[in-house]
């Protein structure tokens, strides 16, 4: 009840029939279009059951405490616009010193991101922006340096930067990382 999804969802039931959003619905059909959603379900004894949920696509995967798949230069609002939270949950960001950013910033590879639910916090990921090894949420010469840099193991590229580096996520950062930040 109340949840958004972020990626298609196939709504089943067992038995009796089904409207979705007034109109007839057959069970096993895969919702993928943006939208708030109401279901009701009538079973073969004539119990009614209403769910509702919504829908709001979403590129960002998340994985081991991670979000990936975030572009770079994107925008705090922007990125909290594409994070799919429950009613009543808020999303707060900090950088690497715990300092929470403004909407106008930069969302950047080291960053939190906290889900709350009133004082609980219910999920926490760290932003992975591939290519971005600085954390600023760009990618350009200073990226570049960073590479070269570790290749030539005069500093070594660590942590969550490694992970942003390892562009073709092989967990290694090499030459071959090096290629695919300049494509």
Do not use: W
């Not at 009796?16 to 959603?37: E, P, Q």
């Not at 010469?141 to 390892?166: E, G, M, Q, S």
Request: glycine share 10%.
């Amino acid at each position: 009840e109340g949840m958004t999804y972020g990626e298609a969802v196939t709504v089943s039931f067992n038995e009796g029939t089904g409207t979705l959003n007034g109109v007839s619905f057959t069970s096993g059909t895969v919702i993928s279009d943006d939208g708030n959603y109401t279901l009701i379900v009538t079973d073969l004894a004539g119990n009614v059951t209403t769910i509702n949920f919504s829908y709001k696509f979403c590129e960002y995967k998340y994985a081991d405490g991670k979000i990936t798949g975030i572009s770079p230069s994107t925008s705090i609002a922007d990125f909290k616009k594409n994070i799919n939270i429950e009613d009543g949950q808020i999303i707060i960001i900090r950088d690497i010193n715990g300092q929470e950013v403004l909407d106008t910033d930069i969302t950047g590879t080291g960053m939190t991101v906290s889900i709350m639910a009133g004082e609980t916090e219910v999920a926490s990921y760290t932003v992975v922006i591939y290519g971005d090894i600085n954390g600023d949420g760009k990618i350009n010469a200073l990226d570049l340096l960073a590479f070269k840099k570790h290749i030539l193991n005069t500093v070594r590229i660590t942590d969550i930067y490694f992970k942003a580096a390892d562009i073709n996520h092989d967990s290694t950062v090499n030459s071959l990382d090096l290629l695919r930040i300049k494509m």
